[in-house]
């Protein structure tokens, strides 16, 4: 009889645990119902794009140029460049972001890395919008620009001017690139264990990227864990076997003797 009186017990346990859980769930199903949240629905007034962008326009133009990490005029321009790429149509229930805001979100994210919870308050787009935006406008960027600005020289007279502006500049003869890597905490994703553990106790991709003698980017490359060291990210780029190659498909001038060897 006691027996039967425990798992009597035990089955209504199970069965309010149930009824509870099934009425959480609902709870958290009516209240997606509200499509915009009040505060969020207000962006237009009092986001930061809309208030304190324009102070700083006006205003501040250092300031301006640290929010963005670029001037009101180059903003301008790659704003021109993106627009058609990342404007969306209005609809029925609402007005779209603006591409200018698109960007104005990408950019201060890449500018700080702050959180998509962080810019959701700041601009007053959810962050579920704002992961799609960064994503969506960085591809933009990226797709316009990568032609004329992330590009190694083609020709052999190509290699040799960017050498004499090394040797002018830096007072480095025969440099055609200054290598480098950064490791770029990310959060860690899901069942990678210690695959991203950097040295530095975080989470990481490593950014290797080929520099040229007035800080421009010719050849980048981003995806390697944060685990490995910079040479090993190096020995397997493609950068490194395209240098290697005995076919020369970078098309580099033929070795030479530094300067002051080729006068004895």
Not at 19 to 48: N, T
Not at 176 to 193: E, F, H, L, Y
Request: aromatic content about 10%; some cysteine; glycine content about 6%.
């Amino acid at each position: 009889m006691a027996t039967m009186k425990k798992k009597k017990a035990v089955a209504a346990f199970v069965l309010l645990q149930e009824f509870l859980e099934l009425d959480e769930i609902q709870k958290k199903k009516r209240s997606r119902k509200v499509w915009v949240r009040p505060w969020i629905a207000r962006r237009q007034q009092r986001g930061c794009f809309h208030q304190l962008v324009p102070e700083l326009e006006l205003e501040d133009e250092t300031s301006y140029f640290n929010y963005f990490r670029m001037d009101k005029k180059h903003f301008g321009i790659l704003s021109d460049l993106v627009e058609s790429r990342i404007r969306k149509c209005d609809t029925a229930m609402r007005a779209s972001i603006k591409p200018e805001e698109r960007l104005a979100v990408t950019l201060r994210y890449l500018a700080t890395g702050e959180s998509f919870k962080s810019l959701e308050f700041q601009f007053r787009i959810s962050r579920t919008a704002i992961s799609v935006i960064v994503v969506e406008t960085c591809h933009a960027i990226f797709n316009v620009l990568s032609k004329e600005f992330l590009k190694l020289p083609s020709t052999p007279e190509g290699w040799l001017h960017l050498s004499s502006i090394f040797e002018k500049r830096w007072n480095f003869p025969n440099g055609i690139g200054a290598v480098d890597g950064k490791r770029i905490t990310i959060q860690q994703p899901g069942m990678s264990g210690s695959h991203y553990y950097d040295y530095k106790g975080h989470n990481s991709l490593i950014l290797l990227a080929a520099v040229g003698p007035q800080y421009e980017i010719l050849w980048a490359d981003v995806g390697a864990n944060g685990r490995v060291s910079d040479g090993t990210v190096w020995q397997k780029c493609a950068l490194k076997q395209a240098l290697a190659a005995e076919n020369n498909p970078l098309n580099l001038p033929q070795p030479r003797l530094l300067p002051e060897l080729s006068t004895k």
